[in-house]
């Protein structure tokens, strides 16, 4: 067996999913979380007659409902109409805990593969925390995602190494939840977690995914145990476009059957127009100016000659406005 075999195999070898979060009720905490009524945990439901908690559900049912009119319901219909993946697991590297999207571009997975720099945290027990920071840290941590459609780097390795609620679990089972998901089991692994859901499971790793470091971790290995899929790269840093990327990019262009990217993702001179079919959506323009080095003038070129479609939501760095966003949505011939 070789190496990275010998990683993957230690990274699926999780433990029990009582052994670390005792009788902790996975889903009611979810749904407590989100701000969305709980169901058969006591102690939890005592909980939603408090002032903090019923103020956090009203901001969250508030935001969600922008959240879904401004963004994942046209997301999911564009999806519908454009998409039509077919793989059963999807790969997000450089997602952080970002669920809402992988599920809206991909709900009929039954795999998803997520993986950031955000710790991995763990299950809280909501019925030991002072309740009116932990909640609004939830809050505070999805900001920047409700409101322009991606996370900030930064500010969630601040946000994610609270005392209270630490880690990317607490906002991924905000997401199942708010998906309409009933989490089942949440199941420590060798740097990340699986979580069981209704329909699917859900990976999350806290990897490195530049050269070296991403071989070393065993998520390559992991990944091609789960078979072939379809990718999604989005707010990525424009890190794939980096040489110290050239494994995780290689990898997706070898293991993907489809990749829906922004501008970010892999670089259009890496798609031979012999092996990929590319079609373009929304506008393309310059990166913003903290990225500017990484603009493309052969995307540019390519995007001005074929007429795309227009995209009917935000997303990527300009999320917050439809009309100057772009989606390159390459298919293996």
């Known amino acids: 067996m ?13 433990m029990p999913a009582l052994s670390a979060y005792g009788a902790i009720n996975v889903n009611d905490t979810a749904r407590f979380l989100a ?11 005592a909980l939603t007659e408090d002032p903090a908690w019923k103020q956090h559900a009203q901001y969250f049912n508030a935001a ?15 999806a519908e109409g454009n998409l039509h993946g077919s793989s059963s697991t999807v790969f997000y590297m450089f997602s952080g805990p970002d669920f809402l999207y992988a599920n809206a571009f991909f709900p009929r997975a039954q795999n998803y593969v997520l993986c950031g720099i955000e710790p991995v945290g763990n299950v809280p027990d909501v019925t030991k925390l002072a309740l009116g920071p932990a909640l609004y840290q939830v809050e505070n941590s999805l900001n920047s995602v409700l409101n322009y459609s991606f996370f900030q780097t930064k500010q969630m390795r601040m946000q994610f190494s609270g005392a209270q609620l630490n880690g990317t679990i607490p906002i991924l089972m905000v997401f199942l939840a708010r998906c309409g998901k009933t989490v089942e089991n949440v199941t420590p692994m060798s740097r990340g977690v699986r979580i069981d859901f209704d329909g699917g499971t859900l990976y999350y790793f806290s990897v490195d995914l530049s050269n070296g470091s991403v071989e070393r971790s065993g998520l390559l290995g992991l990944c091609q145990g789960l078979g072939r899929g379809d990718s999604l790269l989005k707010s990525a840093s424009y890190l794939p476009h980096e040489d110290g990327f050239s494994e995780i990019r290689n990898f997706l262009l070898a293991q993907s059957d489809m990749i829906v990217q922004d501008d970010s993702g892999i670089p259009y001179h890496d798609f031979t127009p012999g092996q990929w079919q590319i079609r373009l959506y929304g506008s393309y323009l310059p990166p913003i100016d903290i990225f500017k080095q990484y603009f493309q003038p052969d995307l540019a070129d390519a995007f001005s000659r074929s007429n795309p479609q227009a995209l009917p939501f935000g997303i990527g760095y300009r999320g917050w406005d439809a009309s100057k966003s772009a989606l390159i949505v390459a298919r293996r011939r």
């Open 35 to 45: 701000g969305l009524p709980v169901g058969g945990d006591p102690a939890i439901r």
């Open 64 to 78: 969600w409902t922008k959240l879904e009119a401004r963004q994942l319901s046209k997301a999911r219909g564009w």
């Open 2 to 14: 070789t190496i990275r075999n010998l990683l993957a195999a230690a990274l699926l070898a999780a």
